[in-house]
């Protein structure tokens, strides 16, 4: 006689997207961070620089064109609005893949 299994139904993997998306957001962030903790370092500012890390507001160009002459490059939120695109993705397709488990 044997007992039937009772371990956990096995969770499904998080999507390759969501884990890309995930992996840019980080790039994205410490770019955003090392570049403008440059202008008065980490903690000036800062209610005004996490503007910066979504979208380009005057401050920030203001902040990019006293940092010109920076090794950084400058930072623009064009790599999290991919990293953004790449989770929706991914969110995407766990909704499709628990509608389709669901038949």
Do not use: H
């Not at 939120?77 to 989770?87: D, F, I």
């Amino acid at each position: 006689m044997t007992e039937p299994d009772q371990s956990p139904p096995a969770r499904p993997s998080i999507p390759l997207m969501i884990k890309v998306g995930t992996a840019i957001y980080a790039v994205s962030l410490v770019w955003w961070f090392v570049f403008y903790a440059q202008y008065g370092g980490v903690t000036r500012m800062l209610d005004v620089k996490i503007l910066c890390l979504t979208e380009t507001t005057f401050e920030c160009t203001f902040f990019r064109d006293a940092l010109r002459d920076s090794p950084i490059p400058a930072y623009t939120p064009y790599l999290w609005w991919a990293g953004t695109v790449a989770v929706v993705i991914g969110v995407v397709q766990v909704i499709r893949q628990r509608r389709g488990s669901n038949n």
